[in-house]
Every structure is written in structure tokens, then in C-alpha cells.
């Protein structure tokens, strides 16, 4: 999906990410770009308390203009039962906002 548009990040936001990132990334090599950030930014971001236990992996769908269109914890059913088809059913239509977005400049 990438030539659409879609890009992939990820982040290790646990207290010890600095010192596992260059283990992980050796293991699974993973094909986007994969850094660490401090807990309290990411719970900051996503907008998520501290007070309520969130599990991970966490995901975020964040349109083009930086917005979180949606987003779920590792708990989940969107993460559980049909994990591909929920993602890219979420995917589609901000891929299909950014193609529109696209056409329309290229007219003007």
C-alpha cells in the first residue's frame, strides 16, 4: 500500500526500549522505520491514561494532515479476530481520502 500512500512507524516505548531497539531490529528487520520513545509522550500523544492498564501492541491510524483517526490497544478485538482484514478496512478510506486529495490537485 505504500505506493497509495501508506507509511509505517513504529515505536518501543517501554523504560529499557533505547537498550533492546538495536537487538530488536537485528532480529525481525522489520521494513519501516522502528525507533523508541519515552512512555509518557506516547501516552501523551495517543491521548491515553496511566491510570487505566493499556495493553500493547498499540495502533493508531493517523491521516495526512496528522490527525488520530482511530485507534486500539492490544486488547482489542480489532487486534485479535481478523487482524488483516480490520487494518485494512481502516486503511482504505484515508488511502482513498489521500488518491482524491491527489486527483484533485493534479486538475487545478
Known amino acids: 500500500m505504500a505506493p497509495r500512500g501508506l507509511q509505517v512507524l513504529a515505536a518501543i516505548f517501554n523504560e529499557r ?58 486488547d482489542s478485538p480489532f487486534l485479535k479476530d481478523n487482524q488483516a482484514a480490520n487494518i485494512k478496512a481502516a486503511l482504505e478510506p484515508l488511502l482513498k481520502e489521500g488518491e482524491t486529495a491527489k486527483k484533485r490537485a493534479a486538475t487545478k
Open 17 to 74: 526500549a533505547p537498550m533492546l531497539l538495536p537487538d530488536f531490529l537485528r532480529q525481525y528487520r522489520p521494513t519501516f522505520p522502528l525507533g523508541h520513545s519515552n512512555p509518557n509522550d506516547v501516552y501523551g500523544y495517543l491521548q491515553l491514561s496511566f491510570m487505566k492498564l493499556n495493553y500493547v501492541p498499540m495502533m493508531a491510524f493517523i491521516d495526512r494532515g496528522g490527525t488520530i483517526r482511530a485507534q486500539y490497544t492490544g
